[in-house]
């Protein structure tokens, strides 16, 4: 798989930590876009990795820091709403992505 720009982005977030979705939007490559854009590319980006196992998604209730896996038949519900590209509240329920090993040799196999 050839990685864009985007995608690349979302690998390296997900090295550090399991990110949450919002800070894809955040980032300088993206954030001069109007929202519906960022969201847009960033979920396009997403389920592409997803599609390769380069990354997992997850439910995290932000108050306790649970982690659920979010499961395969589940990702296109996960990621529709524009609402959990929100940063989240301190009680609510976020969706997180951690970049896999496969994804980590993907980011670092290729050149930026």
Same mark, same amino acid.
């Not at 979705?21 to 979920?43: G, H, V």
């Not at 108050?63 to 589940?74: G, H, K, L, M, N």
């Given at each position: 798989?050839?990685?864009?720009?985007?995608?690349?982005?979302?690998?390296?977030? /997900?090295?550090? *930590? !399991? %990110?949450?979705?919002?800070?894809?939007?955040? =980032?300088? $490559?993206?954030?001069?876009?109007?929202? &519906?854009?960022?969201?847009?590319?960033?979920?396009?980006?997403?389920?592409?990795?997803?599609?390769?196992?380069?990354?997992?998604?997850?439910?995290? /209730?932000?108050? *306790? !820091? %649970?982690?659920?896996?979010?499961?395969?038949? =589940?990702? $296109?519900?996960?990621?529709?709403?524009? &609402?959990?590209?929100?940063?989240?509240?301190?009680?609510?329920?976020?969706?997180?992505?951690?970049?896999?090993?496969?994804?980590?040799?993907?980011?670092?196999?290729?050149?930026?």
């Amino acid at each position: 798989m050839m990685l864009g720009e985007t995608q690349r982005l979302i690998l390296f977030l /997900g090295i550090e *930590d !399991r %990110s949450g979705l919002w800070e894809i939007t955040w =980032e300088r $490559e993206l954030f001069d876009l109007p929202r &519906e854009k960022r969201i847009a590319l960033a979920s396009d980006a997403l389920k592409a990795l997803l599609k390769h196992g380069f990354v997992r998604l997850y439910r995290c /209730g932000e108050r *306790d !820091r %649970s982690f659920q896996t979010v499961a395969p038949e =589940e990702w $296109e519900h996960a990621l529709s709403s524009a &609402e959990i590209w929100n940063e989240p509240g301190p009680d609510s329920v976020s969706i997180r992505f951690e970049t896999t090993s496969a994804g980590e040799e993907a980011y670092w196999s290729t050149e930026g």
